[in-house]
């Protein structure tokens, strides 16, 4: 593995993670103020 790969496979996880947080946050988020 190149360096240019490590960097670019970090990106991808990183914004990976990121978004599922987001999302999982998100949605936790909408159904409590659903529930309301």
Partial sequence: ???F???YLA????????FGIALA???WS???HARR
Avoid: K, Q
């Fill in 11 to 18: 990106i991808c996880l990183s914004a990976f993670a990121g």
């Fill in 30 to 32: 909408w159904d409590s």
């Fill in 5 to 7: 790969e490590t960097y």
């Fill in 25 to 27: 946050y998100s949605s």
């Fill in 1 to 3: 593995m190149t360096t």
